[in-house]
């Protein structure tokens, strides 16, 4: 069957999001006409800070953990937020009910050092606060990520050490990893496997990455890539559900000859990899997969069950 491409973020169309409200820095604004300033730290550099959060039945699934990693990320760039978990809150709450949104939606909740006074680096150019901006969509993923999987290519661009940017901090700077879905793109596949800087498979340019072998589940340390909320979330129900899961270096030896590989994160939960550059995973039944979807389905439901 032929594979059409795909990202991993690929939502069904949607026409209502043509209307959306933005919100930046407590005003709502149609989508045509929320801007901010070309001064602005995160236009000029990539200075700033976001998360990807997902609302079901009014709540948004695993907020404390969303804020546990924003707050930490703010934090260790010394970037003011300005509000407390309850303010973000109120600004979603806000955002969610000017576009009338309850249940599958997307939101991108970023925050910028602001705008600054001359278009240079030094963070003291940025004098009047940050910027807030909130990007809230109807959002589903297409059926067809579950169905057909994602095209891997391993690709050059590694995930660094903590010591030059640290993959840990979800930063509006994603250069790393646009550079390396462009050069899997350049190969012909959807989306790229990153190795750490030892040789290790570590992750994908905008997922959390694991396989199944025998049984087991396997992710990477944690240590290169972004500490993923799904990522802990499906170490969790494995946990509990008696699944054996390792956090542990493999290479791609491993990768390639796994029964089920797939992908984290919060926009499509957990998609399938069909193949990794070229080498398809396994036979293509994927039951470890499938429990894991159903645990993880369920903690959502029980997470966001609340209103
Ligand atoms: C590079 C990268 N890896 C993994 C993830 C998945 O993280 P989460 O499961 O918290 O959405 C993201 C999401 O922002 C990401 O940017």
């Given at each position: 069957m032929p594979h059409d491409s795909h990202t991993t973020h690929d939502a069904a169309e949607d026409t209502?999001?043509?209307d959306i409200k933005i919100y930046i820095n407590g005003d709502l604004v149609h989508r045509d006409d929320a801007k901010v300033s070309v001064y602005d730290s995160g236009f000029l550099l990539g200075d700033g800070m976001w998360e990807g959060m997902r609302l079901y039945n009014g709540t948004w699934a695993f907020f404390d953990e969303h804020m546990d990693r924003f707050f930490a990320s703010c934090k260790t760039v010394s970037l003011d937020v300005g509000l407390d978990r309850a303010g973000v809150l109120d600004a979603l709450t806000r955002t969610a009910k000017a576009n009338g949104m309850t249940h599958d939606v997307h939101c991108r909740l970023m925050l910028t050092r602001g705008v600054k006074?001359?278009?240079?680096?030094?963070?003291?150019?940025?004098?009047s606060g940050p910027t807030l901006v909130i990007i809230m969509e109807h959002s589903k993923p297409v059926n067809s990520l579950q169905s057909e999987g994602i095209r891997l290519a391993c690709v050059p661009q590694v995930r660094g050490l903590p010591t030059s940017q640290d993959p840990k901090l979800n930063s509006h700077s994603k250069l790393n990893c646009v550079i390396a879905c462009l050069q899997a793109e350049q190969a012909g596949a959807d989306e790229a496997l990153m190795l750490d800087p030892h040789g290790f498979v570590n992750t994908t340019n905008a997922c959390n990455f694991f396989v199944v072998r025998k049984g087991e589940v396997w992710t990477s340390t944690?240590?290169?890539?972004?500490?993923g909320v799904t990522r802990q979330k499906v170490i969790d129900v494995c946990r509990q559900d008696g699944i054996p899961v390792f956090e542990q270096n493999f290479s791609l030896y491993e990768a390639y000859g796994a029964d089920e590989a797939f992908l984290t994160g919060t926009f499509g939960a957990q998609t399938p990899v069909a193949s990794i550059d070229g080498k398809a995973i396994?036979?293509?039944?994927?039951p470890v997969t499938a429990r894991i979807q159903q645990l993880y389905k369920a903690l959502v439901a029980a997470n966001t069950d609340r209103k």
């Open positions: 209502r999001n043509k006074v001359k278009p240079f680096q030094h963070p003291s150019l940025s004098r944690g240590d290169y890539c972004m500490n396994g036979s293509g039944a994927r």
